[in-house]
């Protein structure tokens, strides 16, 4: 089975550009959350998603972070315009509602802002 | 608000038994789960503890007592291949959702030398 799917793997930018990322959950789970980890601050949940709806989104850092979820196969986050502060590695991760103590992390996005 | 306390590094020899302890501050308590994460790579899920007592898995073992709010991750036969850094985190309750998310330690890296 296809685990959780992230892309860009890697991301370099320079500041003030968009910045998206993406995210396939695995099929047939209905929870959907996005991490950021940094040395600095650990890993911090942005963002959560049940059933496509937003449910907790206190931890999104400022209005230049948005997070979309149109269906349950596809999630983005998008930052505009970035800043070097943004640097961070990106997790997203899903959940089954079946099994609702377990979240499954894809391989992250490492994103860079010169 | 959530803190979540563990220690920033352990070191230990191969076959040894080392216990990583988490201590947790937070309202709305769900459970302690543990995580893995090696170097560049995604955190992978471990164990959780909704009750108290102790959950064995193999050559890992997780313990919780919510009266003390601690709970501890203990491995034994201590294989190079675990050397990784491990999570606490506590499941918690969303704005009175009981889907609850998780809040996540600092993390320990565990060193384990030949």
């Known amino acids: 089975d296809a685990g959780v799917i992230q892309s860009p793997r890697h991301e370099v930018t320079e500041m003030g550009q968009e910045v998206t990322l993406r995210c396939k959950p695995i099929?047939?789970?209905?929870?959907l959350f996005w991490y950021r980890q940094t040395m600095m601050r650990g890993l911090e949940l942005l963002i959560y998603?049940?059933?496509?709806?937003?449910?907790?989104d206190s931890g999104m850092p400022e209005d230049r972070f948005s997070a979309k979820m149109p269906n349950a196969s596809f999630s983005t986050l998008k930052i505009q315009p970035s800043e070097p502060r943004d640097s961070a590695v990106y997790f997203c991760?899903?959940?089954?509602?079946?099994?609702?103590?377990?979240?499954?992390f894809g391989p992250g996005t490492r994103l860079l802002v010169l | 608000g959530q803190s979540l306390e563990q220690p920033s590094e352990v070191t230990a020899v191969e076959g040894a038994i080392v216990q990583i302890n988490c201590t947790y501050q937070t309202s709305g308590f769900y459970g302690l789960s543990w995580y893995q994460q090696h170097d560049g790579g995604a955190p992978t899920f471990l164990s959780y503890n909704a009750l108290d007592g102790l959950e064995e898995t193999g050559r890992f073992s997780s313990f919780l007592s919510r009266s003390d709010s601690y709970g501890y991750l203990l491995l034994q036969e201590l294989q190079m291949k675990d050397s990784a850094s491990y999570f606490c985190?506590?499941?918690?309750?969303?704005?009175?959702?009981?889907?609850?998310?998780?809040?996540f330690g600092r993390g320990t890296q565990l060193t384990v030398w030949p």
């Open positions: 998603f049940n059933n496509n709806v937003p449910i907790d």
């Open positions: 099929s047939g789970h209905n929870s």
């Open positions: 991760a899903s959940r089954p509602a079946t099994k609702q103590e377990t979240q499954y």
């Open positions: 985190a506590v499941r918690d309750l969303v704005r009175g959702s009981t889907l609850g998310r998780l809040y």
